[in-house]
Nanobody
């Protein structure tokens, strides 16, 4: 059992930056990790994923603005978000999937563990 706790969300102006963190209660070294987001009235969607070997995949809407990274020694995954837009507003969730590889890292059904989410609001 792995518990995930997100932090780093908040209110930021358009064009600003935030760094989200996801701390795991146990080792994440054998898990692919993902960041999802859910805006009001919309389905949860993948923002970025990172495999056990550090390969990454991003949603098209990221457009080079976000970077996912992992620190296995700290059991933590990060999402650096730059040039934020009001459309980036939503609840951001961290997830861990022990069987995911790069080709299926977008599949939400493949994630076993989910955090409670952290709110990101982009507004002037």
């Amino acid at each position: 059992q792995v518990q995930l706790v997100e932090s780093g969300g908040g209110l930021v102006q358009p064009g600003g930056s935030l760094r989200l963190s996801c701390a795991a209660s146990g080792s994440i070294v054998t898990n692919a990790m993902g960041w999802y987001r859910q805006a009001p009235g919309k389905q949860r969607e993948l923002v970025a994923g990172i495999t056990t070997d550090g390969s990454t995949k991003y949603a098209d809407f990221v457009k080079g603005r976000f970077t996912i990274s992992r620190d296995n020694a700290k059991n933590t995954v990060y999402l650096q978000m730059n040039n934020l837009d009001p459309d980036d507003t939503g609840v951001y969730y961290c997830a861990a999937g022990p069987t995911l590889i790069l080709s299926n890292i977008r599949n939400p059904q493949g994630y076993t563990y989910w955090g409670q989410g952290t709110q990101v609001t982009v507004s002037s």
